[in-house]
């Protein structure tokens, strides 16, 4: 039905909006960008919507599921046609390469991103279609045996900045408390997959207070030594400057 209702409005010509400083006044980029700030997702104030609180997927920033504000859409053809694919192509996307319990139950978790993209494409006439962010929280072992790189396989998937995060519970053997480590074999993989839309590759690591020099030594070794090589031949090197480098704290 929704696609349908789509289909509809998008297939009529709106009716001119000449009366409208957003359609008279302003260049279309400064519409684009208003439109874009109104659209950005949101944590859902919804009390079902919440995740419990002593879950390895409940976090600053992840207290619910993410919802955005639609009400725009409605207001007439003329902005629908120029936004209805927004609050998709907006919002951090979030994927989760673990075991069940890592991550939100189904009816909790985003709507799944093959479907949607695959609309969007059709609808562009795109191979690819461009997100803004998608970040996937990974458990190692998830993540050495393919995990992020058979999400970014998704057809039409074509993510600018990705970010791939390692929580305290994702590192191998954290129950037992051993030293951390993180082997690089799954780069060369997740390069083959690589879009030329990807031009930002983040890596977050967390884990207890008391590892921080273990941390610390691990991204050094990362900035020393990864990369990542898109098939076209680009070249993704880490930020020497910490100018992107970020430490934050958080109690959980």
Known sequence: MATLLRQDILSKAPIPQDESPLFTKLPGEVRDSI??????????PTPTKKFRENTCYTRPSYLAAQSTDTRLLRTCRAIYRETWFKPFLLREHTEWATGEDRAPPPHKAPPP???MLAKISKSLGTDNVEIERLRVFAQMYRLEDNGLQDILRTP???PRTMTLTIRHTDWWYWEDDEPLHFEGNWIEGVCQVLTPSTTQFCIELESLERKKDQVDKIAKQMVDAWFFKRPDGVVLYADTSNANRKVSRWSG
């Open 113 to 115: 991103l093959g479907p």
């Open 35 to 44: 439109f874009s700030y109104v659209l950005t997702d949101h944590p859902d």
């Open 156 to 158: 039409h998937l074509a």
